[in-house]
């Protein structure tokens, strides 16, 4: 058992609208890590940084990912820092990965400045870049299609990803 597709990007790239847009069109489900964390712990991606901090955050979202890996067939959609883990990228090889690159304008946009994303509290444009930056050659590492989804519909994107999914 393993993912059709597991979606991987920064914060905006578009992995739940996208995700959720492909599993439709595979006619498979739709899994969110970062939903799966939020049901395991009781509580929202932010007041597990704020209450338990990002250490506990990354243990909760490695296990979930570990977990949908094993038992989810549809799409996958990470958490924008869930391949920072080591044991993620070494479980993520074999799979069929498409990064969902997205440019600072357009995350900015779609995260909004004033979002509830821990990461991004101080300084969010700034945050953002950095992280995107820092993430950017572990994401290209990973992946075996990279899709850009600036200035596109989530449908334009679907038909990208669909397109490398044959054989």
């Given at each position: 058992?393993?993912?059709r597709v597991v979606l991987i990007g920064p914060p905006g790239s578009g992995k739940s609208t996208v995700g ?33 901090g990002e250490e506990t955050f990354r243990a909760l979202e490695a296990e979930a990912v570990r977990l949908a ?99």
């Amino acid at each position: 058992m393993a993912p059709r597709v597991v979606l991987i990007g920064p914060p905006g790239s578009g992995k739940s609208t996208v995700g959720q847009l492909l599993a439709g069109r595979l006619g498979v489900p739709f899994r969110d890590t970062d939903a799966d964390v939020e049901r395991a712990a009781g509580k929202s991606v932010s007041d597990i940084f704020i209450e338990d901090g990002e250490e506990t955050f990354r243990a909760l979202e490695a296990e979930a990912v570990r977990l949908a890996l094993a038992e989810h067939e549809g799409v996958l959609s990470l958490g924008g820092g869930a391949i920072l883990a080591e044991a993620t990228r070494e479980l993520l090889a074999g799979h069929r990965v498409v990064y969902l690159e997205v440019g600072l304008s357009q995350a900015v946009q779609r995260v909004g400045l004033a979002s509830a994303r821990p990461l991004l509290v101080l300084n969010p444009r700034s945050q953002l870049k950095k992280l995107m930056d820092a993430r950017r050659p572990l994401y290209e590492g990973l992946a075996g299609q990279v899709v850009a989804t600036d200035d596109r519909k989530p449908e334009e994107v679907v038909d990208e990803i669909m397109g490398g999914l044959l054989p």
